[in-house]
């Protein structure tokens, strides 16, 4: 059974940082390309990054490159996606995804604010 278990969120002040993890069961990591998304309130879920099957290249949306990484842990079987220089338009529930049979995670909230 793929399960997606996300922790790591919080309340995190302008400019500071967070680490979210995606920890992974019934499946191994290194073989599927992983995304994360978020969905702000009242706004459709958007795309946030991805990286290929063993991590061979990622992207990411023009709003977080520079500032987000996305990254693997495969001993620990764990995706996690790294947050730099948030601001409050990453207020957001972020969700680890698995675009090969479509399975989401839970959801983690991130709200940047003073």
């Known amino acids: 059974q793929v399960q997606l278990v996300e922790s790591g969120g919080g309340l995190v002040q302008p400019g500071g940082s967070l680490r979210l993890s995606c920890a992974a069961s019934?499946?191994?990591?290194?073989?599927?390309?992983m995304s994360w998304y978020r969905q702000a309130p009242g706004k459709e879920r958007k795309f946030v990054a991805f990286?290929?099957?063993?991590?061979?290249?990622?992207n990411y949306a023009d709003s977080v490159k520079g500032r987000f990484t996305i990254s693997v842990d495969n001993a620990k079987n764990t995706v996690y996606l790294q947050m730099n220089s948030l601001n409050a338009e990453d207020t957001a529930v972020y969700y680890c995804?698995?675009?090969?049979?479509?399975?989401w995670g839970q959801g983690n909230q991130v709200t940047v604010s003073s």
């Open positions: 019934g499946f191994t990591v290194s073989n599927y390309g």
């Open positions: 990286m290929s099957v063993t991590g061979g290249s990622t």
């Open positions: 995804y698995r675009p090969s049979g479509g399975y």
